[in-house]
């Protein structure tokens, strides 16, 4: 490293110093921008995920007794539930009690839910149209 008449570094320390400087603050930068970006959108998801089951209450209607309950494993598992009214395909796999009194929850966005007597829902699955 050198210093000129006027009190500023030269050289080729220097020179790479003013290069690195350049090339690399503009994708750091991008880098953070992008990282905090990706932190909001993923926040944003788990909110809308958590408070889907907040949405406020659109009918409650009897879905039965339980009469029979069947699991499915796989990749995903699911459950089909039985009732004397009909049958209930859901997302998670549940255990119900037979005879036990059913149910059926829409909340405001079309979402529905079978529920027990102690108010413990599990999303219904939705056919996709």
């Not at 970006?37 to 339980?66: N, Q």
């Not at 494993?73 to 009194?101: C, H, M, W």
């Amino acid at each position: 490293m050198t210093i000129d008449p006027l009190g500023q570094e030269t050289g080729p320390t220097h020179r790479q110093r003013e290069w690195l400087h350049r090339w690399f603050t503009l994708p750091i930068a991008a880098v953070i921008v992008l990282g905090i970006a990706m932190l909001a959108l993923s926040a944003a998801v788990v909110w809308l995920l958590t408070h889907e089951d907040r949405a406020p209450i659109l009918s409650e209607l009897p879905a039965g007794r339980v009469m029979r309950v069947e699991l499915h494993d796989g990749i995903f598992s699911r459950s089909l539930v039985e009732t004397d009214l009909g049958f209930y395909a859901l997302l998670d796999p549940v255990s119900l009690n037979k005879g036990e009194q059913m149910t059926l929850l829409e909340r405001q966005g079309g979402r529905c839910y079978l529920c027990d007597i102690q108010h413990r829902c599990t999303r219904l699955m939705q056919p996709w149209l």
